[in-house]
């Protein structure tokens, strides 16, 4: 028996026979439904000897089949059924906080709102937590974090590292990391930086991270960095978008190759693309109005594909993908899928194959949007996290713990909640 880990795929499950009807033109079969619902006999007889199953029946089956494997999918994303209680320092102001984690190491990793300077580490799936880093000054925040655990092109476990995010209250911006041995937080300022807003893993680099947030000058810039895996920097370089003045990007997503970043100045939405082999930060047109506010921007590895998720103040919000994510390249997938009021900025939702989940509000009551087809269709699920007492609000969604989904949150009163999702089948 191979050693090999098959598990299960992340892909959508295929929908077979999906056609209303055949298209073969000439067959006495044109017109007719592609399945039929074998009779009870059939069933129970099951395939005979040099018999073909009627392609109706096998049709049925098949999407019988994987509507069922979808099934399965929609409950690793709709289900949190672990749950712990984080307690930071008491501030009450919480609503920028980040999740990460190591998969090797079997870690989860959250700060910043009203832990200001504190990160907090789990070593036991989110059920206890312990203070693990400061910087040294309470008005420092941690505003993101990512750990860069996984490369996509050789499907291996690679240089593991963790990056904090960290706006300084001297008026600039940092980095911390730290590698899977431990050891000390190593602290680099970021260039010509005034915040932090994002912080990601780049999959397709044997190590490296990029960073978004706001410049000198007011200026949107993305940084990239590059560590040695064991925490101290490498090096790092600095872009700025000079069409977005007096403000910095607030979500990022990075893809081989390319990085997308967009900010919102209050009436409009700015989308700036970094392409590895061009130094400048290009316009991207959005492929909606303007007046849409990117919410998100995710990647998605195994089709190559970015989605991006828009929102027009009160109007519901649009889901659109794209293979390169230039101008022109943006197809629609869902108009108005929810027609929730508020989806929470800064790229906390999170796509794990064909499963999406963001943050989502009604203006009363917080959920989870999850979708099961990379956002084609969309269902509402109530916040896990009210278990843990009113008040909570979603924040951050991170996928790769076992492939589970986990959902990091603020309850009020200086704590912090979080839920880990179920596993239906190892992949």
């Known amino acids: 028996m191979s050693s090999k880990d098959v598990g299960r795929p992340l892909g959508d499950a295929p929908r077979w026979a999906s056609d209303d009807e055949w298209a ?4 006495a079969w044109d017109g007719e439904p592609p399945q039929a619902e074998p009779a009870g006999g059939y069933i129970s007889q099951g395939f005979l000897p040099e018999k073909p199953m009627p392609a109706d029946y096998a049709n049925f089956l098949f999407a019988d089949h994987g509507a069922r494997l979808r099934a399965l999918d929609g409950l690793d994303v709709q289900n949190y059924p672990i749950g712990g209680v984080v307690t930071a320092n008491g501030n009450a102001a919480g609503d920028a906080c980040c999740l990460t984690w ?3 190491r079997r870690i ?3 700060g910043g709102g009203s832990f200001d300077d504190e990160g907090f580490v789990s070593y036991d799936d989110g059920v206890h937590w312990a203070a693990d880093y400061t910087s040294g000054n309470a008005s420092d925040d941690i505003t993101c974090c990512a750990t860069r655990e996984w490369n996509e092109v050789s499907g291996q476990s690679t240089n593991l590292a963790t990056a904090l995010g960290v706006s300084l209250n001297a008026g600039t911006a940092a980095v911390v990391t730290r590698g899977t041995s431990g050891g000390a937080w190593v602290q680099t300022a970021l260039t010509s930086s005034l915040t932090v807003a994002r912080v990601k893993a780049d999959g397709f680099q044997t190590s490296g991270f990029w960073i978004a947030g706001r410049g000198t000058g007011n200026l949107p810039a993305i940084w990239s960095f590059t560590d040695n895996g064991g925490g101290a920097a490498f090096a ?3 872009y700025t978008d000079p069409g977005g003045a007096n403000n910095g990007y607030d979500t990022i997503a990075v893809g081989r190759g ?6 919102w100045t209050g009436t409009n939405a700015i989308i700036g693309r970094k392409d590895a ?5 290009a316009a991207v047109t959005h492929p909606g109005a303007s007046t849409q506010r990117v919410m998100y921007l995710l990647f998605e590895p195994l089709s190559n594909t970015f989605i991006m998720l828009t929102q027009a103040p009160g109007t519901g919000t649009n889901v659109f993908t794209s293979t390169i994510g230039s101008s022109g390249t943006w197809a629609s997938v869902a108009s108005t ?3 929730f009021v508020n989806v929470a900025a800064g790229g906390a939702g999170c796509v794990r194959g064909s499963s999406i989940v963001v943050p989502v509000s009604d203006g009363t009551r917080n959920y989870l949007a999850v979708s099961t087809d990379r956002g084609q269709t969309w269902e509402a699920i109530p916040d896990p996290l009210k278990r843990h007492g009113a008040g909570t609000a979603v924040a951050t969604i991170a996928r790769r713990l076992d492939r589970r989904f986990g959902v990091f949150g603020y309850q009020g009163t200086g704590t912090h909640t979080f839920a ?3 596993r239906t089948g190892r992949a």
Do not use: S
């Open 337 to 339: 899928w929810m027609g």
């Open 108 to 110: 989860l990793y959250v």
């Open 258 to 263: 390319v990085v997308l970043a967009a900010l």
């Open 102 to 104: 190591h998969l090797t």
């Open 236 to 238: 790092q370089a600095r």
């Open 420 to 422: 880990l999702g179920t």
């Open 277 to 281: 082999a061009v130094c400048a930060i």
């Open 24 to 27: 073969d033109p000439g067959e």
